[in-house]
């Protein structure tokens, strides 16, 4: 069994019990100081101290001893990021750290930083903090580790007219020389990457549950964005209260939208921050954003349990926060919302993104090891989130929705205000499950699933009155190496009705004679079906007469355009197969083969003009046939998937060339000009991607005035993001530029380079850009923004040798390498390789025989 603490920790033998931080702000300067008392115990007498610090100007350190002042020493590490303190004789016990030092409110989004804002066409400041993984050492010297949990006494000295703000309520306000001190109320044990400080002009809005006080809070002018967030965190606190059976565990939350933020949001407890984008919104905001906001109001809540009331011990088991956030909100969702859908949304958004990130040799365990504050921040992905919560559906779904409840109850109250591990989390769920006969344990279920890496594909081979299966790992150039198993239930629908077996090794059989026969039936588990020839054509005639539901024929339509991904069949038996089968599909079927058309498109587009016509034919007479049914205005019976249905078939008709799509794309630009009310907002992304698409220098000077004028938040990211579908690379060349530009913030400014990596006119152009200007991107993007990878990632649409060639001989050069892209790398070159074994399968014409 792997250890649980699988990290070397600073402070062996030595426990934090209390920080006071006495912070004083400085508007002008943005020098803050700070007077620093840190209560440990010693286990063992020592006479050296480690902390973590870093970027912080260390003015003095006194360590007392049964409150006698010691001779203190003390080094700065500013390649470790510590903080060495000595003193003469060993001491033990209980002893008091006291330190002054002065920081600095970077603008690079980490530590405790500052945002800029305008306010009447003037510049104005917040100070705003982001501890998360490694960057509470970067704003006071601490032990910063998630199992080094501590109270936290917090007083904050602003300018007169500020407002501070931390995890727990103001206990008082003094005035001194006409500025406030914010005094807070002690914390509960918490760890040091949950701890909040912010500081600025904020204005709020109020509402309770019951005696709970919550706050949503702003920059100036945002009230009636405000409400709209206010009302989903009242109903998703009561909805997990209710859940798990544990009230909120801190007298108040209140939720802060920040105007520069590098995450989506954090989840600091009692003081979670957002994106500005992530949180304000009202009824004039489309439903895709308007379900972003809840969906992530609902994550940030959730994490107010699985993360803050119980904490992972070592960032191995960040799944245990990440994916049980991702889980639980769209549970909480489905909930509260229903009509919404969202479990359905859960399998096109949540299970098919772990399918993707979990399909590269280069991938990793749930629960892997870190130890480097760069490893722990290239583990905040795909994996931890979406491959995490869609194990956790297969554990409800192997446990049993009651017993994997009953679980959580037990996992959170015993370890309340303390850390745990996987092994915690999946023993109480056993414990829970007592008395229930199972093939397969739920801690080995749970081990094998969580542990190991990738996930498998079962074969289907029907034979005389058996069906065999047989599974192994895949990887998406086919090559999987070790033959790896997984526990697998095995839940089929067949003309005989439902069933279900078990596959606990490299083979199994279903016995009987079947007409035909689909496994995974509801798609509950994560592994890929490779059936036969003869199957699949049975299969696609069941989609075609509603015999299969929309989940289960996304997973038929999904496994079989893998084989086209790979570079195992030709394009074209993917789109004869669409055409013959799915006329009539449902979600999220619907919404899968509308994204694996418009990949095949982007893909082919300049490169292979047979492949591309063939794809664009078939994209057309998709989406027609998907148009033709949800029409251009829209409906009172309109779902919130109809709504961003029709505006993803709008765009993917005009990406393709449909004159009559881009027609009225064109005059509904020109309304929207004129009155920015007189279009549907749920289409209105669709409409600016269009008309960027087949628009002139003109249109882009139009959409580059929208995004510098725009101050709803959804207006400006639609408006920047329609800069990087306009075709060609003089276009693509000044939207970069822009991107670096002051006029961007610095996390929006990934979004430019995102489009146009995805934009087949330009994406080669960003190669060369992004290579010849890396220099400045690693510059801008240092290693506490957590961002430079993004870029490193944008090559995933190259297909060709020369290109990979080019990146391996940049990156080679050890000035070029840093350690926070090198997962982005190992993961890119996969990718491409993938797709040029696609390319050489759908591009290459063979050669005539003689």
């Known amino acids: 069994m792997m250890s649980t603490l699988e990290y070397k920790t600073i402070a062996k033998n030595i426990t934090p019990k209390n920080y006071n931080l006495k912070i004083e702000t400085n508007m002008k300067t943005f020098i803050y100081s700070c007077h620093e008392s840190i209560s440990i115990r010693l286990q063992k007498p020592t006479d050296k101290i480690i902390l973590d610090a870093n970027e912080l100007d260390i003015k003095s350190v006194t360590l007392y001893s049964k409150g006698i002042a010691q001779h203190t020493r003390f080094s700065v590490l500013k390649k470790e990021k510590r903080l060495s303190i000595s003193v003469d004789k060993k001491i033990s016990a209980d002893a008091l750290l006291v330190i002054d030092f002065n920081g600095i409110n970077n603008d690079k989004m980490y530590g405790f930083y500052r945002s800029i804002y305008k306010d009447g066409g003037k510049d104005k400041y917040l100070l705003t903090s982001q501890f998360e993984a490694p960057d509470a050492r970067s704003a006071f010297p601490c032990f910063d580790e998630p199992a080094l949990k501590a109270t936290f006494e917090i007083s904050i000295t602003v300018d007169e007219g500020m407002e501070a703000v931390s995890n727990m309520p103001v206990t008082e306000v003094k005035r001194i020389n006409k500025r406030r001190e914010f005094i807070f109320q002690k914390t509960p044990l918490m760890s040091t990457y949950l701890l909040y400080l912010g500081v600025g002009e904020f204005e709020s809005i109020k509402g309770n549950l019951g005696s709970l006080p919550i706050r949503v809070l702003f920059t100036k002018g945002k009230k009636e964005l405000a409400k709209l967030p206010l009302e989903y965190a009242k109903k998703f ?44 919104g009202d009824e004039k905001t489309p439903v895709s954003i308007k379900q972003h906001i809840a969906e992530t109001v609902a994550h940030e809540l959730a994490h107010q349990w699985f993360g803050d009331l119980v904490t992972m011990k070592w960032w191995n088991d960040l799944w245990l926060n990440e994916s049980f956030a991702t889980f639980m909100s769209f549970k909480a969702m489905d909930a509260i919302y229903p009509e919404w859908n969202m479990l359905s949304q859960y399998f096109n958004e949540v299970i098919s993104t772990a399918f993707v990130a979990d399909q590269i040799k280069s991938t990793h365990s749930i629960s892997t090891h870190v130890s480097t504050p760069e490893e722990i921040d290239q583990i905040f992905d795909e994996i931890s989130y979406e491959k995490g919560g869609t194990v956790l559906h297969m554990l409800e779904k192997y446990a049993g929705a009651d017993v994997f409840r009953k679980g959580l109850h037990k996992y959170l109250k015993k370890h309340a205000y303390g850390n745990a591990t996987k092994y915690d989390l999946w023993g109480a769920v056993e414990e829970a499950s007592k008395g229930k006969t199972r093939k397969f344990s739920i801690s080995k279920f749970a081990s094998a699933w969580i542990d190991n890496v990738g996930y498998p594909m079962v074969e289907v081979k029907f034979s005389n009155k058996r069906v065999d299966l047989m599974q192994k790992r895949f990887v998406i150039d086919g090559n999987a190496g070790k033959n790896e198993t997984w526990p697998i239930p095995i839940d089929f629908v067949s003309n005989k009705g439902m069933a279900s077996t078990f596959l606990n090794g490299k083979t199994g059989a279903i016995k009987g004679n079947f007409d035909w026969l689909k496994i995974n039936y509801g798609q509950d588990y994560l592994y890929r ?54 006329d009539f599909p449902d979600y999220p079927i619907d919404i899968s083969i509308a994204s694996h058309i418009d990949w095949i498109f982007r893909m082919s587009y300049g490169k292979s003009p047979e492949t591309e016509r063939a794809a664009k034919n078939a994209g057309i007479k998709y989406y027609s046939m998907l148009l033709k049914r949800l029409g251009w205005a829209p409906k009172k019976s309109d779902t919130n998937i109809d709504r961003m249905l029709r505006s993803k078939v709008i765009h993917g008709l005009g990406i393709m060339g449909d004159e009559s799509t881009i027609k009225k794309c064109k005059a509904l630009f020109a309304r929207y000009l004129a009155n920015h009310d007189s279009i549907d907002i749920n289409i209105r992304d669709a409409v600016f991607y269009v008309s960027a698409w087949t628009g002139s220098i003109k249109t882009y000077r139009q959409i580059l005035g929208l995004y510098k004028k725009a101050a709803r938040p959804d207006t400006k990211r639609i408006a920047l993001a329609s800069l990087g579908y306009f075709k060609g690379v003089q276009m693509a060349k000044s939207t970069l530029e822009l ?47 957590h961002m430079l990878n993004y870029y490193v990632s944008n090559f995933a649409f190259a297909s060709d040798k020369a290109s990979l060639k080019r990146i391996d001989m940049f990156f080679a050069q050890k000035q070029n390498m840093r350690a926070d892209i090198k997962k982005s790398l190992i993961n890119v070159r996969e990718y491409i390789n993938a797709n040029i074994k696609f390319a050489e399968k759908n591009f290459i014409k063979p050669k005539n025989r003689a």
Not at 241 to 247: P, Q, R, S, T
Not at 739 to 756: F, G, M, N, W, Y
């Open 237 to 280: 606190i009561a909805f997990y209260e209710n859940y798990f059976g544990i009230k909120y565990p801190l007298p108040k939350v209140d939720l802060l939208a920040i105007p520069d933020f590098a995450a989506g949001a954090m989840e600091n407890w009692g003081a979670i921050t957002f994106r500005e984008i992530s949180i304000l």
């Open 529 to 582: 079906t490779k059936y036969s020839d003869e199957m699949l054509e049975r299969l696609g005639k069941m989609i075609k007469t509603g015999k299969l539901s929309g989940v289960d024929s996304w997973g038929i339509e999904n496994d079989f355009f893998i084989q086209i991904r790979m570079g195992i069949l030709p394009i074209g038996s993917y789109l004869n197969f669409i055409d013959k089968f799915c």
């Open 739 to 785: 991107s670096l530009s002051k006029e961007v913030r610095i996390q929006d400014s990934l979004t430019p380079a995102s489009v146009i990596s995805i934009n087949p006119t330009s994406n080669a152009y960003l190669l060369g850009w992004t290579l010849s200007n890396w220099q400045s991107l690693t510059q801008k993007y240092v290693p506490g923004t």
